[in-house]
C-alpha cells in the first residue's frame, strides 16, 4: 500500500510558475514508478508525466514538454512538478499517482492515487 498527498497547488498569472509535491508513504518508495496526472475542468484526467523509479527515465505530454519537469528524491520519499510558463489550459486538478514502469503512463495502470490538488492559472 502507497499513500499519496499533494501539495504545492494555487492561483497563478499565465507566465507564472509553481512546484508540486507529492510526499509518499507505506511499501518502498524507491522500487515504484510515480507520474502526474491532470483533469481539467469538464474533462477527462490525462497524462502530464512520469518517472522511472530511480528517475533515469521520464515521460512527458505533447502540451508540458519544454515546460514542466518531474524529478524525485527517494531519500525524502518525494516526487515533484515544476511547472514554469504556465498557460490558462493548464488549469486542473493535478494528482499524484504511483505505478509500474513504463505502463504508468496508462491512467489504469496506476496502482495509488493521491486526492489532488487545485492548480488555476489565469490570463
Known amino acids: 500500500q502507497v499513500q499519496l498527498v499533494e501539495s504545492g497547488g494555487g492561483w497563478v498569472q499565465a507566465g507564472g510558475s509553481l512546484r508540486l509535491s507529492c510526499a509518499a508513504s507505506g511499501r518502498t518508495f524507491s522500487n515504484v514508478a510515480m507520474g502526474w496526472f491532470r483533469q481539467p475542468p469538464g474533462k477527462e484526467r490525462e497524462f502530464v508525466a512520469t518517472?522511472?523509479?530511480?528517475?533515469?527515465?521520464?515521460n512527458y505530454a505533447d502540451s508540458v514538454k519544454g515546460r514542466f519537469t518531474i524529478s524525485r528524491d527517494n531519500a525524502k520519499n518525494t516526487v515533484s512538478l515544476q511547472m514554469n510558463s504556465l498557460k490558462p489550459e493548464d488549469t486542473a486538478v493535478y494528482y499524484c499517482?504511483?505505478?509500474?514502469?513504463?505502463?504508468?503512463?496508462?491512467?489504469?495502470?496506476?496502482?495509488?492515487w493521491g486526492q489532488g490538488t487545485q492548480v488555476t492559472v489565469s490570463s
Open positions: 499517482a504511483a505505478g509500474r514502469w513504463p505502463t504508468i503512463t496508462i491512467q489504469s495502470h496506476v496502482n495509488y
Open positions: 518517472i522511472s523509479w530511480n528517475g533515469g527515465s521520464t
